[in-house]
């Protein structure tokens, strides 16, 4: 009687722990769904952040420009003064000194009106820039916003899942002896939601140690539970 009652315990600790192993999967998969969605947020901050460089980059330029016209202004004012000046001049000498000094001011305005044409194609090179990080953003978003929803999606399904499984495992456990139970639940939790295993060509399907005859036949004998010595997990010998 105490024999087949072991066996048939088992065969339901079984069951159970197949409702288990899947509610330990759901479980660990809606565990990492979160880490997935900061890894996302994450590269879309990434990419905030280029955006942001490149158009600090723009504003640069046209300070930039902005700063070389205003040199341009004041060494043009300096040009005029310069003329002005020529016509007060009393001799030669004095005159084509004087000219020549116009003549160093002017290469001198040309040069900013250079730097300031340099500064225009950096702001025309920087505005294309932002405008492509901006639509680079823009896709961004929509995938992340759609990976986020799929996330999001799922987890609500694992949450239906596990909902279910949870009946179903409230189903099984008046079937087995409370002791067994305590047992098999401490075994789960320290052996990755696995507490009972098939010995399978003489070896443990948990640790793939190999199981001596000896343990194989008090299995057999279902007069106790037999634990595996490797790895600890509840034995069982599966149908043929
Ligand atoms: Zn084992």
Redesign the pocket.
């Known amino acids: 009687m105490a024999q087949l009652n072991l066996k048939s315990q088992l065969e339901t600790l079984v069951r159970l722990q197949e409702v288990d192993s899947q509610i330990y999967d759901l479980t660990e998969e809606k565990r990492a769904q979160p880490l997935e969605i900061e890894a996302l947020k994450n590269a879309f901050e990434e990419k905030k952040k280029n955006l942001a460089a490149q158009e600090k980059g723009y504003l640069d330029a046209q300070k930039e420009k902005k700063d070389r016209e205003l040199e341009l202004q004041t060494q043009e004012e300096n040009v005029k003064k310069l003329q002005t000046q020529l016509y007060q001049l009393k001799t030669n000498k004095e005159y084509s000194a004087m000219l020549g000094q116009i003549n160093d001011a002017k290469a001198d305005a040309s040069t900013i009106e250079d730097r300031i044409l340099e500064s225009m194609d950096k702001i025309e090179r920087s505005r294309s820039s932002v405008e492509e990080e901006k639509k680079k953003l823009q896709a961004e978003e929509g995938v992340f916003n759609a990976q986020k929803q799929k996330i999001e999606q799922r987890i609500k399904e694992i949450d239906d899942q596990l909902a279910r499984l949870g009946v179903q495992r409230k189903e099984i456990l008046p079937d087995i002896d409370k002791t067994i139970i305590s047992q098999y639940e401490r075994i789960l939790k320290n052996r990755e939601g696995l507490a009972i295993?098939a010995v399978k060509n003489n070896t443990?399907?948990?640790?793939?140690?190999l199981?001596p005859p000896q343990v194989i036949n008090m299995i057999q004998m279902y007069e106790r539970i037999i634990t595996?010595?490797?790895?600890?997990?509840i034995?069982f010998i599966p149908h043929e």
């Open positions: 295993v443990c399907s948990g640790c793939n140690m199981v595996c010595e490797v790895c600890n997990r034995l």
